[in-house]
């Protein structure tokens, strides 16, 4: 039986169906066209080995993972990521002070980390483990600066669990769950992939099933914001969801293009997240940071590198926006950098 793979509902890998023919190899200029006036601040190195999101361009269209890959904790003094690896049992949570020369502090070891976040009061991290051997993912928790175990919340047989987010209470983590159905078409095994949107309790036990779709993020209110793919045309949208009545909305529907991995500004009131940008023929180029308003107008293109800019979080006073991208070197590796919101604020383009 030859296996044979096929992502419905894509939670790691967001698709979007288009042409591209061309693609920018060179990554060493820091501006470009549109980011003129922008002052680009550089907070990781190479040599910290930053694990960046696994972005693919391959048969006209553009494939990435849409968890969130690092995160800024609550009072702006440090950021959490995971360091790069050929060996996925050590790519490991690293925490990493943004006010002093303080190099990283290694957090975990001996599970594969992925997708961290911090609690509102900033003392524990939330991220997706597998441990070695294993092929399931489990949301886990560990405290930021103590050094205690890691607590493991959920893992079942099968499942992929990873985006976690901690509610504004920090009672509850809202994730992302994977469930494979399998099926035999013919001589092949068929795996698909549902994802849909689950809760758990970080303080009290049980879990809870909401809606389909990933990579949500906590809005005030019991609400979420979250990617769900287009089963017509497998392309990224921004959803918003109420956890108690179960009304959700689409915010922010591609046009050609894709968007996922949203995150809401302290204040609730913007969005930023990675969205597919075009060439003047229609066809998607690279990855890029957008912002919209919390109610879907207002959007606006924020990055326009021909690198892959991606994964954008906030400052906590909402003024700096922190991305991972490609740019400024010459292999095309990702770190972490930043930019103040007012050099990057351009016309609606929606």
């Given at each position: 039986m030859k296996p044979y793979i096929k992502l419905l509902l894509i939670a790691f890998a967001t698709a979007t169906w288009s042409?591209?023919?061309?693609k920018v190899t060179s990554f060493d200029t820091l501006n470009y066209a549109g980011e003129e006036n922008y002052h680009f601040k550089l907070v990781t190195s190479e040599a910290y080995k930053i694990e960046g999101p696994d972005v693919k361009y391959e048969k006209g269209s553009i494939r990435w993972n849409t968890g969130s890959v690092f995160d800024v904790s609550p009072d702006g003094e440090n950021i959490v990521y995971i360091t790069l690896s050929e060996d996925d049992n050590n790519k490991a949570l690293n925490l990493l002070p943004l006010t002093s020369d303080t190099l990283p502090v290694r957090r975990t070891c001996n599970i594969a980390a992925a997708n961290p976040r911090f609690s509102p009061d900033g003392l524990s991290i939330c991220f997706s483990g597998t441990l070695p051997g294993q092929t399931?993912?489990?949301?886990?928790?560990?405290?930021?600066?103590d050094n205690n175990g890691i607590r493991h919340l959920t893992g079942r047989d099968g499942f992929k669990d990873s985006s976690p987010v901690f509610s504004s209470d920090g009672e509850r983590i809202i994730f992302t769950r994977g469930i494979p159905t399998i099926r035999t078409e013919g001589?092949?095994?068929?795996t698909t992939w549902d994802y849909s949107i689950w809760a758990a309790g970080s303080v009290i036990t049980g879990e809870y099933q909401y809606i389909y779709g990933s990579s949500p993020d906590y809005l005030f209110?019991?609400?979420i914001v979250y990617t769900k793919t287009n089963t017509i045309s497998y392309q990224g949208e921004i959803w918003i969801y109420d956890l108690v009545t179960g009304n959700d909305s689409l915010l922010l529907a591609g046009n050609g293009n894709g968007f996922s991995t949203p995150r809401v500004s302290p204040d609730g009131t913007m969005i930023l997240c990675t969205g597919v940008t075009l060439d003047r023929k229609?066809?998607?180029?690279?990855?890029?940071?957008y912002l919209l308003n919390t109610d879907g107008s207002s959007l606006r293109q924020l990055t326009f590198h021909p690198g892959a800019d991606v994964s954008p979080c906030w400052s906590p006073d909402g003024d700096v926006i922190y991305f991972m991208s490609q740019?400024?070197?010459s292999n095309g590796l990702f770190n972490i950098w930043s930019l103040r919101l007012s050099d990057a604020i351009k016309p609606d383009i929606k």
């Open positions: 042409c591209s023919t061309t399931s993912s489990g949301i886990c928790i560990i405290d930021t600066y001589s092949n095994t068929v209110d019991n609400r229609g066809r998607p180029s690279n990855l890029d940071v740019r400024g070197n």
